[in-house]
């Protein structure tokens, strides 16, 4: 029987310019590649050449194929409407790459399309497996289902795609009920958690990690690794910063995105700018390393879905203090292996900082709890899925989406 051929459609996936985007996404499919034939199409939106600024400015950058860690990935372009229109997205992204799609299921015959992110990309997806027969599956990560899926036009192509997709994967349980909420049945949705990198994510030692990163080896040190969004709530994390109440303690924010600005000016307006400093954009190998320099890791989040940020600290050996929001409380199952605060409460994220910090925690339990799920586990469970979609008859199976369209 031959393998079951998976065509990975998604436009969170790195390139040479974003070489972190959709990294765990990536990681999914190399773990995936080991049992399936897979096929990577991430498509990036129109970007004129003279582009230099902007949201898409990056994308005139990225060539029509690339190789990304082993695997040769196709860029198709698709039309997009700055600013007005996104609800018009996953028709344009459709329509700019369906005949794309079509040469690549006459070259690669894939048995399903598996697609990460439910808007735009999940949305096309669904409709692309209607028009080359085969089965679509959608697999949501979070902020597609808690932010986007709050537009009132776009919840409604969400949920029309995730109810006809041939199934719907969800990175935890408290997401499913997110997606139960949107009218899609329970038993058509699929819980898989994100795994972690084991070789990347050791307990290092703590003062050799400092002196890598050319930091101060004593003092209390708090790590956050996160994208600079407002769903993450770092904004809380600098104000609670503000009051820590532990001598000589910094914490360091390690990551980028569109609140960077914002944050800086909160820095100083607050006068924490000897406590809080803005580490940027690291390289991905480097970040394990940020996280075992740390005494404790922190995510502010106002939104969540399984945040691998957590998981890896754990694999780390350090606790986590964080905001019981989304799949947090199913990463950190007890008080051996972190705190957890309400979201939006600096003071009591800053107490509870402060008492991470005088705590004596047990790394080598922290770190067999982050250590036992990888991502080869994660492969396995959606080959299980994809077997049972073809009819457990392997690729020989053949199944189409569903009928109708959008509302």
């Known amino acids: 029987m031959r393998r079951i051929r998976v065509l990975i459609s998604t436009g969170i996936f790195p390139n040479r310019i974003l070489v972190n985007r959709g990294i765990y996404n990536l990681k999914a499919a190399a773990a995936l590649a080991k049992s399936c034939d897979v096929r990577v199409v991430a498509p990036v939106p129109y970007a004129p050449s003279f582009v230099k600024r902007g949201r898409y400015a990056w994308c005139a950058g990225v060539p029509a194929r690339d190789q990304v860690a082993g695997f040769s990935v196709a860029y198709p372009r698709y039309v997009v409407t700055p600013k007005v229109g996104r609800s018009l ?16 299921a006459r070259e690669f015959a894939p048995d399903l399309i598996l697609g990460y992110f439910a808007y735009p990309y999940g949305f096309a997806n669904v409709l692309l497996g209607r028009r080359l027969g085969v089965p679509a599956v959608i697999f949501c990560r979070g902020s597609d289902i808690h932010s986007i899926a709050q537009n009132r036009l776009q919840g409604r192509l969400i949920s029309w795609a995730l109810r006809r997709a041939r199934r719907v994967f969800s990175v935890s349980e408290a997401l499913k009920e997110d997606v139960v909420g949107l009218g899609v049945p329970a038993d058509h949705v699929a819980v898989i958690r994100n795994g972690i990198e084991v070789e990347r994510h050791r307990n290092l030692d703590k003062r050799a990690a400092r002196r890598r990163l050319g930091l101060a080896l004593d003092g209390g040190l708090v790590v956050c690794v996160s994208r600079l969004g407002r769903e993450k709530g770092i904004d809380v994390l600098v104000e609670a910063a503000a009051g820590m109440q532990t001598a000589g303690a910094r914490v360091v924010i390690v990551g980028d995105g569109p609140e960077m600005t914002a944050l800086s000016g909160q820095i100083a307006r607050l006068d924490v700018g000897e406590r809080v400093f803005l580490a940027g954009a690291r390289p991905h190998d480097e970040v394990p390393v940020w996280m075992a320099a740390a005494d404790v890791t922190v995510l502010s989040s106002r939104k969540e879905g399984h945040p691998n940020a957590a998981v890896e600290s754990l694999a780390c050996g350090r606790p986590v203090v964080a905001t019981r929001v989304g799949g947090v409380p199913e990463i950190v199952t007890s008080a051996a292996l972190g ?4 979201p939006e409460d600096s003071p009591a994220l800053a107490a509870a900082l402060d008492q991470s910090l ?14 036992s799920r990888t991502w080869d586990t994660v492969a396995h469970e959606m080959l299980s899925e994809f077997e049972s979609i073809l009819g457990r008859s392997g690729p020989t199976a053949s199944a189409a989406s569903g009928r109708g369209g959008p509302p």
């Not at 997205?89 to 690549?104: D, N, P």
């Not at 005088?358 to 770190?367: N, S």
Request: charged share 20%.
């Open 339 to 342: 705190l957890m605060v309400p």
């Open 358 to 371: 005088a705590t004596t925690w047990d790394t080598a339990t922290i770190e067999a709890a982050g250590k």
């Open 89 to 104: 997205h996953g028709f344009t992204l459709y329509a700019s790459v369906v005949r794309f799609y079509e040469r690549v």
